[in-house]
């Protein structure tokens, strides 16, 4: 059997299998193909996408295994409305049909970005657009979702069928980005 199947619907190739079976996607073109999108369609995000979205974020690691988070499937439409007024104004939050909230422990952020980028790109390979939200109002966010005080609203998460391909972005040459051994302080020449 060529393709070794995860338990969250990512399916895996061995080397040297080419193509796709049933739609699903090559983990290196899941990762180079996942772009931010910010215009959806009003397609609804069926229930079986969003159980395998929500198994990519139980089974993401943590450190020590503690899974110190909680993730809000926000689709309710006054609050996506809500939560979009306390983001900019970023009308694609109410757009999308569905807005993830990553909660955490205060601390535990790192953790909540993996798992994040796993359910990304789960998205990415059943078909869904997506755009991770850094810049919204975390105190209003906090009292539209009822999440204590005592929780960090870590990041948002847009996930919807996609109304835009948009194109890849270029990206710094691999000398910008990695060293070897040590910081070095400019790119080589």
Not at 23 to 40: A, C, F, H, N, W
Not at 96 to 113: M, N, R, S
Not at 153 to 177: C, D, F, H, N, S
Request: aromatic share 6%.
């Amino acid at each position: 059997m060529p393709m070794l199947a995860g338990t969250c619907g990512v399916v895996v190739r061995r080397r040297g299998t080419r193509g796709r079976e049933d739609g699903d996607m090559e983990l290196r073109d899941v990762i180079t193909g996942r772009r931010s999108v910010r215009k959806y369609s009003k397609r609804k995000v069926g229930q079986a996408k969003v159980r395998r979205l929500q198994k990519a974020l139980q089974i993401a690691p943590t450190a020590g295994n503690r899974q110190n988070f909680q993730f809000i499937f926000v689709t309710d439409e006054q609050k996506r409305r809500q939560i979009a007024a306390k983001a900019g104004h970023q009308e694609f939050l109410f757009d999308a049909p569905l807005i993830v909230a990553a909660v955490c422990k205060p601390g535990a952020e790192f953790d909540v970005a993996i798992a994040i980028d796993h359910m990304i790109l789960v998205a990415t390979d059943e078909g869904l657009g997506s755009c991770w939200i850094g810049w919204f109002e975390r105190g209003p966010v906090r009292r539209i979702l009822g999440i204590p005080r005592s929780e960090a609203v870590a990041i948002l998460v847009t996930v919807g069928y996609a109304a835009e391909t948009p194109k890849a972005r270029p990206r710094k040459p691999l000398a910008e980005l990695i060293a070897t051994d040590a910081y070095r302080k400019s790119a080589p020449k």
